[in-house]
């Protein structure tokens, strides 16, 4: 069964540091891993999408690389906000069945 | 450019009941995907349209049905509603590729099954 994991589940930290989210896939026949925030009440807004046969992509201070042989991905965020205060999810986009598998999310806090 | 719509925004049925969900996607967007987001098991792929047609379906019954217009709006159906149905159900459209490409999610349907 395909499955994505999101570690850890809460997160949180004082405004300005840099931090990590995790991500991992048990079926490494992804055709892309894509990261997403969603907000208290509202839909979801797409951040960061990998194709397979890339390493990582950047958006402003947003990084996220994906290591296929090892089954994860991370999701770099420098110089934290509480802007940046939402839920984060993964989701890999399988190549079996062109369907997308979603993590549970990380609930980020950032104190200001 | 005006985003992804979707109405209503919040429903209350009662069991055995119907609903039909409208999702309106991004002017010159072909695709529409709809998910299923819930507590307990989180986001969950419904299916999604191309060019009227349903072109993928996650693992749902078959109580769960939609349709797209020549004009790309999508609507998603449920019959028979039960419990565990409510959930907030998100429509996402794109340009062509669904899912393989970056999908404009809209607000959601918060259905509340009684």
């Known amino acids: 069964k395909q499955e994505v994991t999101q570690i850890p589940a809460a997160l949180s930290v004082p405004e300005g540091e840099n931090l990590v989210l995790n991500c991992s896939f048990t079926?490494?026949?992804?055709?892309?891993l894509q990261w997403f925030r969603q907000d208290p009440g509202k839909g979801l807004t797409s951040l960061l999408l990998i194709q397979s046969s890339q390493r990582e992509q950047t958006s402003g201070r947003l990084n996220a690389s994906l290591d296929k042989s090892s089954g994860r991905s991370t999701l770099y965020i420098a110089a934290s906000q509480p802007g940046d205060s939402a839920t984060y999810l993964c989701a890999g986009l399988m190549d079996s069945n062109y369907q997308l598998i979603w993590g549970a999310g990380t609930k980020l806090i950032i104190k200001p | 450019k005006a985003g992804v719509t979707q109405t209503p925004r919040y429903l209350i049925k009662t069991r055995g009941q119907q609903v039909t969900l409208s999702c309106s996607p991004i002017?010159?967007?072909?695709?529409v995907s709809w998910y299923q987001q819930t507590p307990g098991q989180g986001l969950q792929f419904l299916f999604e349209?191309?060019?009227?047609?349903?072109?993928n379906k996650g693992n749902f019954p078959g109580r769960f049905s939609g349709r797209q217009f020549s004009n790309s709006r999508s609507e998603m159906n449920v019959s028979t509603l039960e419990l565990g149905d409510s959930a907030l159900y998100l429509c996402?459209?794109?340009?062509?590729?669904?899912?393989?490409?970056?999908?404009?999610f809209g607000p959601g349907t918060r259905l509340l099954v009684l």
């Open positions: 996402a459209s794109s340009s062509e590729g669904g899912a393989q490409e970056t999908q404009y």
């Open positions: 079926d490494s026949a992804i055709y892309n």
């Open positions: 002017s010159g967007h072909r695709s």
């Open positions: 349209y191309f060019s009227e047609t349903q072109r």
